[in-house]
């Protein structure tokens, strides 16, 4: 028997809440895509070698996830943990590492995978962690990139979008844990009570 037609209900975004207001910034169409382009980009760089992928947990876990399948070839991936963000959206300024690599770099083809490059202190810290331990070659590939706000001399070496400074969400990226599961990267505004919020 056919299945009636229904009617579409309007489209929920995953964690959505009241007070907060998203708007689509770079679609998910746009960012396979582009993911697909930096992957034959790295390839055309590392034709034959084996990649091994470390993603920084947990914004960068959609984009490894796809980068990973537009490679191809050999490819193994570990992932770090660290923290430099509060939970609202201001910077702490420091850097604190939760949970470290399982297996060692040394020797092997290292491309670090972020979700975001805002300020570069992350990034910075995690390269002088990483050179220390003596891999082959070390590259980064960031999803975004929030160039003005930059203070730590850092850059990657495969960028997805450059983006202005608006704090983003989705693909993988949160605002309070909410917000990984949309397909799309959105800006996210607060109405007055989502500012309480984070003033608190
Ligand atoms: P830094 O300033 O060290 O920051 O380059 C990198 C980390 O900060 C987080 N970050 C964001 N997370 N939306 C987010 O969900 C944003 O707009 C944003 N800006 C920075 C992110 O965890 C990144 O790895
Ligand atoms: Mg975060």
């Known amino acids: 028997m056919p299945t009636k037609a229904t009617k579409r209900s309007p489209r929920v ?33 590392f034709p034959n070698e084996p990649i091994h992928l470390v993603g920084v ?10 980068l990973a399948r537009e490679l191809g070839g050999e490819v193994s991936f570990d ?25 060692t770099i040394e020797g092997r083809s290292v491309l670090v995978v972020e979700d975001i490059l805002d300020t570069g202190l992350t990034l910075k810290y995690l390269l002088l962690l ?5 891999p082959k070659h070390l590259r980064v590939a960031v999803l975004l990139d929030k160039v003005e706000r930059r203070i730590a001399d850092v850059k990657a070496d495969y960028t997805g979008f450059v983006i202005p400074n608006e704090f983003v969400v989705g693909y993988g990226l949160d605002y309070d844990e909410r917000y990984r599961n949309l397909p799309d990267v959105c800006i996210v505004r607060l109405g007055p009570r989502g500012k309480t919020k984070i003033e608190a």
Do not use: C, W
């Open 13 to 45: 975004k995953p964690g959505h809440r009241e007070e907060e207001t998203l708007r689509v910034l770079i679609s998910h169409q746009r960012i396979r895509e582009r993911v697909r382009h930096m992957a034959q980009e790295i390839r055309r760089d």
């Open 79 to 103: 992932f770090i943990s660290v923290s430099s963000y509060g939970k609202g959206m201001d910077s702490t300024g420091e850097v604190k590492m939760n949970k470290d690599l399982d297996v």
């Open 130 to 134: 990483f050179e220390e331990r003596k």
């Open 57 to 66: 947990l947990k914004g960068s876990v959609l984009f490894l996830a796809d």
